[in-house]
């Protein structure tokens, strides 16, 4: 073994074949491309704004819910 990058395709017990090496080609292609759109994908930072809206909202009514029901059980 020389240690070079392709290695650990040529040289292992059972050597790949041509079905196994096209196999590999094509997940090396599929990773690429889930690679390509993940960075499309909302990161935390970019959904932070969006979250904060939601939450707030949520609080908000949650609050007057709570006021309703204590102006109803009190009042």
């Not at 073994?1 to 196999?23: H, I, Q, V």
């Not at 080609?25 to 990161?43: G, N, S």
């Amino acid at each position: 073994m020389s240690g070079g990058a392709d290695d650990r395709y040529t040289s292992s017990a059972a050597p790949f074949n041509g079905e196994d090496r096209l196999l590999l080609a094509r997940l090396d292609e599929r990773t690429r491309a889930i690679h390509q759109q993940m960075e499309t994908f909302v990161t935390r930072d970019s959904f932070r704004p969006v979250m904060l809206i939601a939450y707030g909202t949520m609080a908000s009514m949650a609050l007057a819910l709570l006021g309703a029901v204590l102006d109803s059980v009190l009042g």
